[in-house]
């Protein structure tokens, strides 16, 4: 079973790395960006074929390890 995790900064956390995309993409003549987030995808695949084991899983590496759950949010899409 295959999943993608995406672990994105909280609204109000300052996003430093988005803000310096943002400005190098209007040096690079892209107007009308008026903001940039910025984040991290994680491409898993699991042995299980059970969709709410692999949740759970899944769920508690993002609270243990990939995802820091006081600045960021994290989803899950299993196919």
């Not at 008026?34 to 609270?63: H, I, N, P, W, Y």
Request: aromatic fraction near 4%; charge should be negative; charged fraction near 25%.
């Amino acid at each position: 079973m295959k999943a993608r995790v995406t672990v994105t900064l909280k609204n109000g956390v300052l996003d430093p790395q988005g803000k310096a995309i943002q400005s190098a993409l209007g040096g690079l003549g892209f107007d009308g960006v008026d903001s940039v987030r910025q984040g991290k995808v994680f491409d898993v695949e699991l042995t299980t074929s059970d969709k709410a084991a692999a949740e759970s899983e899944l769920k508690a590496m993002c609270e243990k390890l990939l995802a820091n759950t006081v600045i960021e949010d994290y989803s899950i899409d299993i196919t």
